[in-house]
């Protein structure tokens, strides 16, 4: 009995700060933000209860915006998931089959964004697209007598995509290459000497033996094209008009913008909810311990 | 024959997707390092006078910045939250190798409830808890809020940590009658300095490259590094040979951490523990 009571003491001596902290800084805001949602608070931060408002609001499209902002992140969703998953396993695919010094270059180019601040890589891409004569591509194109392209008027989604994209890519690119490395040999040298072609040894050979890497890091990407606004915001801010705000970028620009406390977490809370239901779905298909134990590989 | 002309398709296949990065990368430095640039990518004389925001001001609109306030602050930003992720995971981390409690999973499964409800969209929460326990638009209090976001994975890589100690040491340490805080501290804590080193570098890493946080919780009076790079694109006066320098300097300290990190904390102690490697 004794030594029970004393081996509470001392877990909960090692677990309290970590509890404490996250618990202060992670589940009160989780419960604040439900909070926040139902008031219409604002800059002068006065909780008035309003009840529904800010979710009718967002139903009932009263806001004019919420329609294009729907479709704004269901083609952001849709076309930079694949790019990222597809694009990863094609690049580590291809890198595999090369020499190692060149696989080595090709890779720590693609992991390159992983390496920088997020402001820094936002900026490159901003410069890189600048409309002006000054913007990189520009300027090359410039050198061949073509005139500037407003590349963020022109499809500033794609650019948006593309950002994220990448940095999606340099992520599932480290999981898929080292999960590729562990394949036994003997697979890939059985089919080569059947006569396999390079198509047909990924498809039929290593794509279905990385099913779990892939699933993982659907799941994993989708989380973060569904949550992520930072490198959005740092490239385009939503802009031009609206073009690529996507939802948990007007949550922010609602409630840091325009000082919308009270709606801005309405729409939050719709974020909070659609993940929570994603993320027990995802528990169903995998299993807790497989979700855990994935971690291990991504650091 | 055939094997060879693979090959090249690879090659160019990979070489294709690289190159507007290439362009990027090389124009970004290019750009920090020269006056002037030919075709985006082509340095046409080089030069530091970019970099002389190290020793005079940044023209920046009307007011004048030095940067070496700003870098302070970023360092005690990133700094307290490094520190803060690596005690707290130093604690944490040893109770989940060593010790059984329940509610083990959960804590463990931290990570991916943080990933799924992430930070980001909670930052208009978080902004009012830290402006009622009053610690919004204050370098600790902001940092401490970042820190709790990297605690979740920093305890998964010092549990690691922890596992590879043999338990012999710590039966032996609490036979000659060590607490179990005396163990943590005297004993665990000098074996496992790499992975000290590693939560402390991944806490700081994170705090110094971050936006968001910085952006929304701090008053933009209070700039760091990262606010500085965006406020500097925002007004769009500052060449951009100036801002690619400006970044440069922003990277560098992390790198230069690790390297200094690594070679402090690489040495592990011989161990003559049994069943030690």
Same mark, same amino acid.
């Given at each position: 009995?004794?030594?029970?009571?004393?081996?509470? +003491?001392? +877990?909960?001596?090692?677990?309290?700060?970590?509890?404490?902290?996250?618990?202060?800084?992670?589940?009160?805001?989780?419960?604040?933000?439900?909070?926040?949602?139902?008031?219409?608070?604002?800059?002068?931060?006065?909780?008035?209860?309003? $009840?529904?408002?800010?979710?009718?609001?967002?139903?009932?499209?009263?806001?004019?915006?919420?329609?294009?902002?729907?479709?704004?992140?269901?083609?952001?969703?849709?076309? $930079?998931?694949?790019?990222?998953?597809? $694009?990863?396993?094609?690049?580590?695919?291809?890198?595999?089959?090369?020499?190692?010094?060149?696989?080595?270059?090709?890779?720590?180019?693609f992991f390159f964004p992983r390496l920088v601040p997020p402001v820094v890589w936002g900026f490159l891409w901003m410069w890189s697209f600048e409309g002006t004569r000054y913007g990189v591509f520009n300027s090359i194109l410039k050198g061949f007598g073509v005139s500037p392209i407003h590349w963020f008027i022109e499809s500033p989604m794609l650019i948006v995509i593309c950002a994220n994209g990448f940095l999606g890519i340099s992520l599932a690119m480290l999981i898929f290459t080292s999960a590729i490395a562990s394949i036994p040999k003997d697979y890939t040298w059985a089919a080569e000497i059947d006569g396999a072609s390079f198509w047909q040894t990924s498809r039929f050979i290593i794509i279905p033996l990385l099913k779990w890497p892939i699933m993982t890091m659907t799941a994993w990407h989708l989380m973060s094209f569904i949550n992520s606004y930072v490198y959005i915001f740092l490239i385009t801010g939503g802009g031009p008009y609206h073009a690529t705000e996507v939802w948990a970028l007007y949550g922010y620009n609602s409630a840091f913008k325009n000082y919308q406390y009270g709606y801005g977490s309405s729409i939050m809370v719709i974020l909070v909810i659609i993940n929570l239901v994603l993320l027990l779905v995802l528990l169903k298909i995998f299993g807790m311990r497989r979700m855990i134990e994935r971690s291990r590989i991504e650091v | 024959m055939k094997k060879i002309f693979d090959k090249w398709i690879i090659y160019i296949i990979l070489s294709l997707i690289a190159i507007p990065f290439l362009i990027m990368y090389i124009a970004f430095f290019a750009q920090a390092f020269s006056k002037g640039i030919l075709l985006g990518i082509i340095p046409q004389k080089l030069s530091f006078s970019n970099f002389s925001f190290l020793w005079s001001t940044i023209p920046w609109g009307l007011e004048k910045t030095r940067i070496w306030g700003i870098f302070l602050n970023t360092l005690l930003f990133a700094s307290i939250s490094g520190l803060a992720v690596t005690v707290v995971c130093t604690l944490t981390g040893y109770a989940l190798s060593r010790l059984e409690f329940r509610g083990k999973a959960f804590l463990l499964s931290m990570q991916l409830i943080l990933h799924a409800v992430s930070g980001q969209i909670l930052l208009i929460a978080i902004f009012f808890l830290l402006l009622y326990t009053k610690l919004l638009y204050k370098v600790p209090g902001v940092a401490l809020a970042r820190a709790s976001l990297e605690i979740p994975l920093g305890v998964w890589m010092i549990k690691g940590f922890f596992d590879t100690v043999p338990w012999d040491i710590e039966r032996s340490a609490m036979i000659d009658g060590c607490t179990r805080f005396q163990l943590w501290y005297k004993i665990f804590l000098p074996l496992i300095k790499p992975g000290i080193g590693a939560v402390f570098i991944w806490g700081f890493l994170f705090a110094w490259h971050d936006f968001i946080y910085v952006y929304t919780l701090l008053p933009g009076t209070v700039p760091l590094l990262s606010t500085l790079v965006q406020g500097l694109l925002a007004t769009e006066v500052v060449d951009y040979g100036i801002i690619a320098a400006i970044s440069l300097f922003y990277m560098l300290p992390p790198l230069f951490l690790f390297v200094f990190l690594q070679k402090a904390l690489m040495k592990a102690p011989i161990m003559g523990g049994k069943g030690m490697a």
């Open positions: 009995m004794r030594k029970n009571s004393l081996k509470f +003491h001392s +877990h909960w001596f090692f677990l309290s700060p970590s509890v404490l902290l996250v618990s202060f800084f992670y589940f009160i805001p989780v419960v604040l933000v439900f909070t926040i949602a139902f008031t219409n608070m604002d800059q002068l931060f006065s909780w008035r209860f309003v $009840g529904l408002v800010n979710f009718l609001r967002l139903f009932t499209l009263k806001d004019p915006l919420i329609p294009r902002i729907i479709k704004n992140t269901i083609i952001y969703i849709i076309s $930079g998931l694949p790019l990222t998953i597809i $694009g990863a396993l094609f690049i580590s695919l291809l890198t595999m089959r090369i020499n190692r010094t060149a696989s080595l270059i090709f890779r720590a180019i | -």
